[in-house]
Structures are given as structure tokens and as C-alpha cells.
């Protein structure tokens, strides 16, 4: 699979990608919540806070989407549990949510489940791909607006991780199709709105008509 970004995307791929990551700094909170993906590297990373510190509670939340069932075949959640259990986090600090087959349903579930544990949650660092960080955001502050969020990635610059991902198209698929989110969730009632820089705006409908459209919703779709 290709690995290099085409030079003449690195523009708009570069403005997207700054774009939805937030820029949190990582403080110490309630609760670190991974969201699954087809990205192993979100456990490693709430692995690597974890030891930090930052959190004394994990919650790994995700079922499987069309993109991870071959990977992580008994689930997202229950596979990142097993990871992170492999990088020392202790088994009993974390819990398992195998239901989310989408982002509200990652912080719908979770704060259920946190809730029928007893746990109090008023703090999380929510981790995730870094460029679903914006969406994640908006999403929480829309079903969970009194949780203090804090967003979270591993931190490899973007050439690093795509080579991590080892698809480039598969990165910027995704990278255009978190941002069409951002844009178009808000008036779905799935989020917050967020402003949109028309550098943005203008960098995404290049990218879309480029052909980086697998990711995209359609009006039906609310993936």
C-alpha cells in the first residue's frame, strides 16, 4: 500500500489534520476513556497516560465497524482490554464497553456504564485517532455537556502516522470524512457546532473532489 502523501495534497491534508486536533494538553481526570477504531495505537496511548498518571479508571469503548471486525474479531473495546493489559494496566481498573457502533454511542454507553459501577466521572481524557479528536468533542460536550473533556492521541506528526496506519488513502479518507462530521452532525442533533475556518471548508472540498470520498455520509446515512 502507498505510504507517501502526494505532494500535491500535503496542503489541504495538513490543514485538516490541524484542524481536528484540538490542542488539549493532557491533565490528570476522573476517567480515560479509548474509543475503538481500527487503531491500536489509541490503547497504547491510554496505556502509556495511564502509567502517567493521568487517570486511575479505563474505559475502552467499541464494538466493530466494517473496518475492524477482520482485525479485532471479539470486538474493539475487548481487544484494546487485552492490549492494554499486555502493557501492564491493571485488569481491574479496567472496564469494557463492547456495544458503540458509533461515536454518540461510544459516550452514551460509557456514561451508562460508569453509572451503573458507581463510578463518578466529572473529568476524562478521551482518546482516540488524531483526527477524530474535533468530533469527539463536539460530540461529548452535545451528550455529556457537564463532563470537563480533555482530548487526547498518540503524538506522532502525520507523516508518522500514516506510516503507522501504512495507507495513505485510508488516512485521508477518513482525515475528510471526520471533518464532513464536524460540519453536518451539529444540525443532525448528534453534536455541537463547531466553526468551520473556510480555509477548512475549502481544503475539504478539494480533498473531496479528489476522489477522498469512502468515509463520506450520505444524507440517509448517520453513520
Given at each position: 500500500?502507498?505510504?507517501?502523501?502526494?505532494?500535491?495534497?500535503?496542503?489541504?491534508?495538513?490543514?485538516?489534520?490541524?484542524?481536528?486536533?484540538?490542542?488539549?494538553?493532557?491533565r490528570?481526570?476522573?476517567?480515560?476513556?479509548?474509543?475503538?477504531?481500527?487503531?491500536?495505537?489509541?490503547?497504547?496511548?491510554?496505556?502509556?497516560?495511564?502509567?502517567r498518571?493521568?487517570?486511575?479508571?479505563?474505559?475502552?469503548?467499541?464494538?466493530?465497524?466494517?473496518?475492524?471486525v477482520?482485525?479485532?474479531?471479539?470486538?474493539?473495546?475487548?481487544?484494546?482490554?487485552?492490549?492494554?493489559?499486555?502493557?501492564?494496566?491493571?485488569?481491574?481498573?479496567?472496564?469494557?464497553?463492547?456495544?458503540?457502533?458509533?461515536?454518540?454511542?461510544?459516550?452514551?454507553?460509557?456514561?451508562?456504564?460508569?453509572?451503573?459501577?458507581?463510578?463518578?466521572?466529572?473529568?476524562?481524557?478521551?482518546?482516540?485517532?488524531?483526527?477524530?479528536?474535533?468530533?469527539?468533542?463536539?460530540?461529548?460536550?452535545?451528550?455529556?455537556?457537564?463532563?470537563?473533556?480533555?482530548?487526547?492521541?498518540?503524538?506522532?506528526?502525520?507523516?508518522?502516522?500514516?506510516?503507522s496506519?501504512?495507507?495513505?488513502?485510508?488516512?485521508?479518507?477518513?482525515?475528510?470524512?471526520?471533518?464532513?462530521?464536524?460540519?453536518?452532525?451539529?444540525?443532525?442533533?448528534?453534536?455541537?457546532?463547531?466553526?468551520?475556518?473556510?480555509?477548512?471548508?475549502?481544503?475539504?472540498?478539494?480533498?473531496?473532489?479528489?476522489?477522498?470520498?469512502s468515509?463520506?455520509?450520505?444524507?440517509?446515512?448517520?453513520?
Amino acid at each position: 500500500m502507498d505510504v507517501a502523501l502526494p505532494s500535491v495534497l500535503r496542503k489541504d491534508v495538513e490543514t485538516l489534520w490541524a484542524y481536528n486536533d484540538m490542542g488539549h494538553t493532557v491533565r490528570p481526570c476522573d476517567v480515560g476513556v479509548g474509543l475503538g477504531s481500527h487503531d491500536l495505537g489509541v490503547a497504547t496511548y491510554t496505556a502509556e497516560l495511564y502509567h502517567r498518571g493521568m487517570f486511575p479508571l479505563v474505559v475502552f469503548t467499541g464494538a466493530n465497524a466494517p473496518t475492524t471486525v477482520e482485525r479485532f474479531p471479539r470486538g474493539e473495546a475487548v481487544h484494546y482490554r487485552e492490549y492494554a493489559i499486555e502493557l501492564g494496566v491493571p485488569d481491574e481498573v479496567i472496564l469494557v464497553e463492547p456495544e458503540a457502533r458509533n461515536t454518540g454511542q461510544n459516550i452514551k454507553f460509557t456514561r451508562k456504564l460508569l453509572a451503573d459501577v458507581g463510578a463518578k466521572a466529572r473529568s476524562a481524557v478521551l482518546i482516540s485517532r488524531p483526527y477524530q479528536q474535533r468530533r469527539i468533542y463536539a460530540t461529548a460536550k452535545k451528550l455529556w455537556p457537564e463532563l470537563d473533556v480533555v482530548c487526547a492521541s498518540k503524538p506522532l506528526g502525520l507523516d508518522d502516522y500514516i506510516q503507522s496506519i501504512g495507507d495513505v488513502k485510508r488516512v485521508v479518507d477518513m482525515l475528510v470524512g471526520d471533518t464532513q462530521r464536524v460540519m453536518v452532525y451539529p444540525e443532525r442533533g448528534f453534536a455541537v457546532s463547531q466553526e468551520v475556518p473556510a480555509e477548512v471548508d475549502a481544503a475539504y472540498r478539494r480533498l473531496v473532489d479528489a476522489g477522498y470520498t469512502s468515509r463520506l455520509i450520505s444524507a440517509r446515512n448517520q453513520g
